[in-house]
């Protein structure tokens, strides 16, 4: 059976990997958002192939490296499944 001080840091080390996941879902909710609002912008219906025209990912990426100066590019562009 563990210690109370191997379960305490067990327990803090878990809570620390969900904060961590916590904010990558935010982020990542607020990159779909951001998609949505580009969309919009440009009078587009979103739809599938719509996504997947590179000139949607690129604005949306762009707009969000503006709001995220410290987030790599490479983790915004994973947000939508795609590698830059």
Sequence with gaps: MKSDNARIKELEAKIKL???????????????GTLVDVAEETGA????AYF???KVR???VEKL???YPLVG???LC???GFSC
Excluded: H, I, N
């Excluded at 969900?18 to 779909?32: D, N, T, Y």
């Excluded at 219906?45 to 599938?48: P, R």
């Design 18 to 32: 969900l904060e961590k996941e916590k904010e990558f879902f935010k982020l990542k909710a607020v990159a779909w």
């Design 65 to 67: 490296t503006c709001r």
């Design 73 to 75: 590019m490479s983790l």
């Design 52 to 54: 997947y025209q590179k």
């Design 58 to 60: 690129t604005q949306t």
């Design 45 to 48: 219906v979103l739809t599938v």
């Design 78 to 80: 994973s947000l939508f």
